[in-house]
């Protein structure tokens, strides 16, 4: 199985619970990809510079805006940024909502280091080397 190539890879984590972002900031780290973790969405929008990420690695619920609220407002202001929605919750309208609304995949927690090296491929096609504008 081939992965995206990691160099110059930067992904966001969006979390609200601190031992996943650190899981998936390590996890991403040790396959050679630069990653910053948010506790919400709308720190992720607060801290601007979306252009520098290559995809968003997001909790489906949170409190204040969810991974889909998150979803839908960057497709509203036409960004095309990749996202990946993760959730210990996987119901299927939501899965459909979430597809639908442009999401690039869809991880049920908990899931296997290959799941979202996958993920990210798909959501990012075969060149991760530069971010999106």
């Not at 050679?32 to 720190?43: E, F, K, L, N, V």
């Not at 607060?46 to 889909?68: K, R």
């Amino acid at each position: 199985m081939s992965y995206p190539e990691p160099h110059f890879c930067n992904i966001a984590i969006v979390d609200d619970d601190d031992s996943v972002r650190l899981a998936l900031s390590s996890l991403l780290r040790s396959y050679g990809y630069t990653a910053d973790a948010y506790d919400s969405a709308s720190a992720l929008l607060a801290a601007g510079g979306l252009g520098d990420y290559h995809c968003v690695v997001t909790d489906l619920q949170m409190p204040g805006m969810s991974g889909i609220d998150l979803l839908e407002q960057l497709r509203r202001q036409g960004n095309p940024l990749p996202l990946i929605l993760m959730t210990a919750f996987p119901e299927a309208t939501l899965r459909k909502r979430a597809l639908q609304g442009g999401a690039s995949c869809f991880l049920s927690k908990p899931f296997e280091a290959n799941d979202l090296l996958r993920c990210l491929r798909q959501a990012s096609g075969a060149d991760l080397s530069s971010p999106q504008e």
